[in-house]
Every structure is written in C-alpha cells, then in structure tokens.
C-alpha cells in the first residue's frame, strides 16, 4: 500500500505543536500573533529562552495587578496576561521557526508559566486576606494550586505523547525519568550549577507526569523498545483515531480556560471562585481524562504486545 503524504504546511503551521492539540483560540489568536512576534525576535535577535522570561515577568505583573480591587487596575492585570500568553506562545514558535528548540527551552518555559500562575495564586489569596478573609483561604488557594500543577503536567504528557505517536518522528520532549536521573548524575554542583538545577527540576516534572499515567509510560517504553521511534503506520492510526477526539476536553485544563475563567470573575468582583473552579471541576474532569486515558493506553498496549509476539 502506498503511503499517504501530508499535504505541505504553511510557514506559519511550521510553527504548531499540531494543529489537532491547539485549542481555538491559540490558532485563530495567540499562534497568529505568536508568529509575528516570533519573526520581530527573529530580526531582533532574541534567543526563545530570553523570550520565556520576558514572557514570566508579564505574568507575575498581571497576578501583582490582580492583587487590586479596582476594576481598572484588573483590567490592565488582563491585558499583561493575555500578552504574557502571546509571549508564551512566540518562544515556541521562534524556537521552531530557528529550529532551536531543546530541552532546556522547554525546562525554563515550564518555569516561567508556574512563576507567572505563582504569582495569580498568592496575590489572589493577599487581596482576600487583605479584606480580612478567613486563612483558610491560604488551605484553598494551596490545594488549587497543587491542582493546577498535577493538571498541567498530565496535559503536557499526554500532548507530547500524542506528538509522538501520531507525528511520528516528532520525539522531542519525549523524555523518561530512568534517561534523565541518568543525565543528571553526570553533571556537577560545583561546575554546572544551572543546568543541574534545571535538569532536578525536570527529572520531578517527569516523574509526577509518570506516576500519574503508568499504562502510557509502559505504552511509551515498549513502544520505543519495538519501534525504535519509528511508529508502524497502523499504530499511529489507531492511536490517533483513539486519543484525538479526548483533545477538545484536555485543552480546557490548558492556560487560555483558566485565563478566561478568571477574567469573567475578576469583572464581577469574585475571584475566589476561581480557585473553586482549579478544585472541583477541573479535578473532576482531569480523572475523568486519567481513567480514560489510562484505558485506552492498555488496550493499545495489548495490540503492541501482540504485534511482538506475533512478529
């Protein structure tokens, strides 16, 4: 049988994750701006890395801004965030557009995006505790924000997950814990202080995000023992055909829900609410997604087993 090939992609696509795991409103706002700032740094000579930062300091600005109980004040707190998305999407699309994409590209984007929602969550519970809210709230704002980085890190799992099977050859950011403990132990505290900093921080990363899907790590590790990275063009099919529809829930546990969430409660006057809105729902849907998720990779688990046995 002849193989399918995929249509050519436009310059600006070149720059997608894929265009079935961005959400709406990353592909007819964020990504199209995202891209044009990505060619002004290309000019400028920015590096993505320089890029992720200026786009953390927008976000720990716009959480300051929320601190305030004034409208206006909040409103210019949006308009910080919104750019400090649109910051977080042009450090990947330049990194693409460069082809200068790495691991510790998306180390420290990882710490930018958690600086920026650090700063939303402690300044949110400052203004309640401000008003003389109870600090229980610190308990609430605590257990949302424990939420918000388990939901994150199993997204971001799945996704490059996804990225791998059904984009096949798209391996970057596959990475196991066994292969980075491994890495980390090479390097020294005393001669690269930084890179083994950021290395520990994602080596946790990566154990959180297996921990919270074992059959998909199993998936992911026989997968890459049979193949060799090179997925059998039935198996990306059939993963593709498995997992794409749960895509469209996966991405309301990504940044532009919560951002937009926030800001309908912050034009209301009752923020707190969203830190309700990380607990119940959200923690809802997120096991919702595990159980499935973790189903469907044991049936295909199966398949790839059989296929070995068979072989």
Same mark, same amino acid.
């Given at each position: 049988?002849?193989?399918?090939?995929?249509?050519?992609?436009?310059?600006? *696509?070149a720059?997608y994750?894929?265009? *079935?795991?961005?959400?709406?409103l990353d592909?007819?706002?964020?990504?199209?701006?995202?891209?044009?700032?990505?060619?002004?740094?290309?000019?400028l000579?920015?590096t993505?890395? &320089?890029?992720t930062?200026?786009a953390?300091?927008?976000?720990?600005?716009?959480?300051?801004?929320?601190?305030y109980r004034?409208?206006r004040i909040?409103?210019?707190g949006?308009?910080?965030?919104?750019?400090?998305?649109?910051?977080?999407n042009?450090?990947?699309?330049l990194?693409?557009?460069?082809h200068?994409?790495?691991?510790?590209?998306?180390?420290?984007?990882?710490?930018?995006d958690?600086?920026?929602?650090?700063?939303?969550?402690?300044?949110?519970?400052?203004?309640y505790?401000?008003e @003389?809210?109870?600090?229980?709230?610190?308990?609430?704002a605590?257990?949302?924000g424990? &939420?918000?980085?388990?939901?994150?890190a199993?997204?971001?799992y799945?996704? &490059?997950?996804?990225?791998?099977?059904?984009?096949?050859?798209?391996q970057?950011g596959l990475d196991?814990?066994s292969?980075?403990?491994s890495?980390?132990?090479?390097?020294?505290?005393r001669?690269?202080?930084w890179?083994k900093?950021?290395?520990?921080?994602y080596?946790?990363?990566?154990r959180?995000?297996?921990m919270?899907?074992?059959?998909?790590?199993?998936?992911?590790?026989t997968?890459s023992?049979?193949f060799h @990275?090179?997925?059998?063009?039935w198996?990306?099919?059939?993963y593709?055909?498995l997992? &794409?529809?749960?895509?469209?829930?996966?991405?309301l546990?990504m940044?532009?829900?919560?951002?937009?969430v926030l800001?309908?409660l912050?034009f209301?006057?009752q +923020?707190?609410?969203?830190f309700?809105f *990380?607990?119940? +729902?959200?923690?809802?849907?997120?096991v919702?997604?595990?159980i499935?998720?973790e189903?469907?990779?044991e049936?295909l688990? *199966?398949?790839?087993v059989k296929?070995r046995?068979?072989?």
């Amino acid at each position: 049988m002849v193989e399918q090939k995929e249509p050519p992609c436009s310059r600006i *696509e070149a720059t997608y994750k894929a265009r *079935e795991v961005e959400g709406v409103l990353d592909l007819y706002f964020f990504r199209p701006i995202g891209f044009r700032l990505a060619q002004l740094f290309e000019r400028l000579k920015m590096t993505p890395a &320089s890029v992720t930062w200026l786009a953390g300091l927008f976000g720990v600005v716009a959480g300051h801004l929320y601190y305030y109980r004034d409208l206006r004040i909040n409103i210019v707190g949006m308009a910080f965030h919104v750019c400090a998305n649109a910051l977080d999407n042009a450090d990947g699309q330049l990194a693409r557009l460069t082809h200068r994409e790495s691991r510790e590209g998306r180390i420290i984007d990882s710490i930018a995006d958690h600086l920026g929602f650090l700063s939303i969550y402690v300044h949110l519970t400052l203004r309640y505790l401000a008003e @003389g809210s109870s600090p229980a709230i610190c308990l609430l704002a605590l257990a949302a924000g424990i &939420s918000h980085a388990l939901q994150g890190a199993a997204a971001d799992y799945y996704r &490059s997950t996804y990225l791998y099977f059904a984009n096949n050859g798209a391996q970057i950011g596959l990475d196991s814990a066994s292969a980075l403990r491994s890495d980390y132990q090479k390097l020294s505290w005393r001669s690269e202080p930084w890179n083994k900093f950021l290395l520990a921080l994602y080596l946790n990363f990566t154990r959180q995000q297996e921990m919270l899907a074992p059959h998909l790590k199993k998936l992911r590790d026989t997968t890459s023992e049979l193949f060799h @990275g090179e997925i059998p063009n039935w198996l990306r099919t059939r993963y593709r055909n498995l997992v &794409s529809p749960t895509f469209r829930w996966w991405r309301l546990l990504m940044t532009n829900t919560r951002m937009l969430v926030l800001f309908a409660l912050l034009f209301i006057g009752q +923020p707190i609410y969203y830190f309700w809105f *990380e607990f119940i +729902p959200l923690n809802l849907l997120f096991v919702y997604l595990i159980i499935r998720q973790e189903n469907m990779s044991e049936s295909l688990l *199966e398949v790839a087993v059989k296929w070995r046995d068979a072989a």
